[in-house]
């Protein structure tokens, strides 16, 4: 039982045995990795790999996002109770889910940066695993995608934010959080034609092709439309799912760099992430979340369930082909 295991458990994401189930042990206490998941540095036989990215020097506003990936850590103590909600499998039971901690990286030489995390991911990749990055700002988006692009080729970019992060930058020694996108369209790691923006509400008339559904979309035809919506542009492709945390109203998610209000409610959120089970994802991140700036913690937790819903999408298509006894 839960409560006669939390009396005795305790630092379970470094004292379990075996990679699968819930966990039990004091919410308010204990190492905490994500989902309370085993924190280790050995991806041998991994389905999925949960990294931190404690980057936030590429913000055109407030900072704080380096501290994102621990805050979203701690708010996920209490959801490792409990089987994912709405789901009807848990992919906690399924599947080899690791936290393997943060990206390690000189924080003085941000010219850097970019090489160092998509080397982080390929590595993660090139050990069979996927890959779930927790922010972190939203730069960190490209040196991702470079990585899963190496391995799946152009992508279907499912994009949550409040603004479409792809102005004009030509110089490709910038690292900008509204910008990376753009590249990632120029470079040919994701295909426009099959990539979708959800939640915009900040004005950017070239949209490079890819299909916008603001947040006044949503929230005139809901989300059940639109999700209807993104699977008409996204189809089977290989998909990246990017949540930058503003997607969500100031009102859910107030711990951000570039707030903007109007936004989605968590529960439009929720819907649609639930929705999108189906879709082919391959590779996913949350970022934006900034503690600084969110003094209750909502935004944290906020963070917290969108990464677990993150993890729901990616094992929803292999529960049949891999995840039994990967
Ligand atoms: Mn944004
Ligand atoms: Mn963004």
Redesign the pocket.
């Known amino acids: 039982m839960a409560l006669e295991d939390a009396k005795t458990q305790v630092d379970t994401a470094i004292t379990r045995k075996g990679r699968r189930g819930l966990a039990y042990e004091n919410a308010f206490g204990g190492v905490t990795s994500f989902l309370r998941r085993t924190l280790t540095k050995d991806l041998t036989g991994v389905d999925l790999a949960i990294t931190g990215v404690p980057f936030d020097q590429a913000v055109t506003n407030r900072p704080g996002t380096r501290l994102g990936p621990r805050a979203i850590r701690e708010a996920s103590a209490l959801q490792a109770f409990d089987a994912p909600y709405g789901w009807g499998y848990s992919p906690l039971e399924l599947f080899d889910i690791v936290d393997y901690g943060d990206l390690a990286f000189d924080y003085a030489a941000v010219a850097e940066f970019p090489a160092v995390l998509q080397a982080h991911i390929a590595g993660i990749l090139a050990a069979g695993a996927g890959c779930i990055a927790l922010g972190g700002d ?1 730069s960190i988006s490209l040196p991702i995608l470079r990585a899963h692009a190496a391995v799946h080729g152009p992508l279907a970019l499912v994009q949550f ?1 409040a ?1 479409t ?1 792809t102005w004009a930058d030509d110089d490709p020694t910038r690292i900008d ?1 509204g910008t990376m996108f753009g590249k990632a369209v120029h470079e040919g790691l994701i295909d426009p034609a099959r990539s979708v923006q959800i939640g915009i509400r900040t004005d950017n008339p070239d949209t490079m092709g890819i299909t916008v559904l603001d947040a006044p979309f949503v929230h005139e035809h809901g989300p059940t439309a639109t999700v209807m919506r993104i699977k008409e542009v996204v189809g089977q492709a290989p998909a990246y799912l990017s949540f ?1 945390i ?1 997607a969500l109203d100031p009102a859910f998610a107030p711990g951000t760099g570039t707030p903007v209000w109007g936004g989605l409610s968590s529960a439009q959120a929720a819907a649609m992430l639930r929705g999108l089970r189906g879709l082919n994802i391959v590779g996913a991140d949350v970022v ?1 979340v900034s503690p600084p700036f969110d003094p209750t913690g909502i935004t944290a937790i906020a963070g917290a369930h969108v990464a677990m819903e993150l993890i729901c999408l990616w094992g929803w298509n292999k529960r049949e082909q891999d995840g039994a006894d990967t």
């Open positions: 939203h934010d603004h992060d959080h930058d503003d934006e």
